[in-house]
Nanobody, 122 residues
């Protein structure tokens, strides 16, 4: 079992940047691929980005490609999501989770964190 805690959310103006962190404890963090998802009010949880166990392979949703960067530091048991050029439509609760599958589907992920709120004002 891995416990995940997200942090770094907040209120930012459109065009601004935020860096989210996902700190892991418990079982070996480096044994998992990681994903970031987001969920806005009244909407389904949406895939944002994922990264493989060693950080070499990444994949992004079209909506964030070129603006967001996922990374990880296995020595610190932490994954990151750097978000640049934020837009109001990026406003959501952002979650991290682990997976053993290379998948964008939430049901293929586990050990969800509690989420961190990101609000982008226009």
């Amino acid at each position: 079992q891995v416990q995940l805690v997200e942090s770094g959310g907040g209120l930012v103006q459109a065009g601004g940047s935020l860096r989210l962190s996902c700190a892991a404890s418990g079982r070996t963090f480096s044994g998992y691929a990681m994903g970031w998802f987001r969920q806005a009010p009244g909407k389904e949880r949406e895939f944002v980005a994922r990264i493989n166990w060693n950080g070499i392979s990444t994949y992004y949703a079209d909506a964030v490609k070129g603006r967001f960067t996922i990374s990880r530091d296995n020595a610190k048991n932490t994954a990151y999501l750097q978000m640049n050029n934020l837009k109001p439509e990026d406003s959501a609760v952002y979650y991290c989770a682990t997976t053993t599958r290379w998948s964008p589907t939430p049901r293929d992920y586990a050990n969800w964190g509690q989420g961190t709120q990101v609000t982008v004002s226009s």
